[in-house]
């Protein structure tokens, strides 16, 4: 089972995959549902990044969010096995004026029903070409990393 740090109602793993499918339909509307879903310390790591804390994560979740608005995710598939889930997903956003796409892995742990650990498995290179092919994802690449 697992807990909604805001709400305190406990669920199945099924159910927070898919609220966290539903939050990367919509991440900047819905960036406070998954946030509930995080331990206060949780520890988020990507090819790019590692933040620890709710309010870290926050903050990265919106210096990413800031610098590509469009970005969503789509869920492909979950396994929940030895105390990790995996969550394989595509995302999505606009990045020097083109769509690109790019698949990722969470792999996510749960102590006492409480996301503690994401850490996010995704190869940067597509997505910093992009970035990089032309003035416009230059614009882009430029706000993320001042995060404004």
Avoid: C
Wanted: charged share 25%.
């Amino acid at each position: 089972m697992v807990l909604n740090t805001k709400t305190g109602e406990r669920g199945t793993i099924a159910a927070w995959v898919d609220l966290f499918a539903q939050v990367w339909q919509q991440p900047k509307e819905r960036l406070d549902r998954m946030l509930a879903l995080l331990d206060e310390q949780v520890a988020l790591e990507s090819p790019m990044q590692r933040v620890v804390g709710r309010a870290a994560a926050r903050q990265d979740y919106l210096r990413i969010l800031r610098a590509l608005p469009d970005l969503t995710g789509v869920l492909n598939s979950w396994e929940h096995r030895n105390g990790y889930l995996f969550i394989d997903m595509s995302l999505e956003a606009s990045i020097g004026g083109r769509m690109v796409k790019w698949p990722s892995i969470d792999r996510i742990r749960f102590r006492d029903g409480i996301a503690v650990e994401r850490v996010a498995y995704y190869d940067p290179q597509p997505v910093h070409r992009a970035f990089m092919r032309n003035p416009k994802g230059w614009s882009q690449y430029a706000r993320l990393q001042a995060g404004v």
